[in-house]
């Protein structure tokens, strides 16, 4: 199993809403990512956990709180978000350490905040 | 931080007709990723370099590794319609950070 599956892959929240997505992968990577993606813009890093662990943090607002509960999943829990915090939000994962050979993707989760 | 510049933004060309895009670094790097991205998708890496001056093919896809470390091109022999997307040029140090983008729209 070579893929990264995110879920759900469309998302309309409102703003006191709280929802969270999942981000699963089977390859026995120990490291996974969250990025956000803004349109017509490259992703951008937003958590790195590896081993299970947090370790990673570019400055992201509390409204987002990620969660690894286990080597295989990714949460990314959505709490109180602005319309601005709209985009793609991708999940990846690789062998901690190896970021040379690249990170697999998912498809991501297009979140809408109204 | 580091810096990717990526050009051109965008390109709009016609089947057939050959591509080419660059990234280039304010820092040295170790090693140059590519990757394409289509509508709805996540990126997919398409080529990895990891040397200096190292030329890397991937079927119609070529990319290099610049001598001075701080850039990199990919070429696109032969476009087809299923060449549209956005292709992202990616630095992997402790994490990977990725160049601007350049979208890709062929006609046919």
Redesign the interface.
Known sequence: DTE?TQTPKHLVMGMTNKKSLKCEQHMGHRAM?WYKQKA????E?MF?YSYEKLS?NESVPSRFSPECPNSSLLNLHLHALQPEDSALY?C?SSPPGR??????????T?LTVV | GQQLNQSPQSMFIQEGEDVSMNCTSSSIF??W?W?KQDP??????LI?L?KAGELTSNGRLTAQFGITRKDSFLNISASIPSDVGIY?C?N??????????T?LMVKP
């Open positions: 990264v990512y017509k813009k490259p992703p890093l790195v990673i991708l990846a970021s040379i050979y690249g990170y697999t993707f998912g498809s991501g297009r | 170790n090693t990723l990757y709805g998708e996540g990126p997919v890496l990895a990891y992202f990616g992997a140090g402790n994490m990977l950070t990725f160049g601007g983008g979208r």
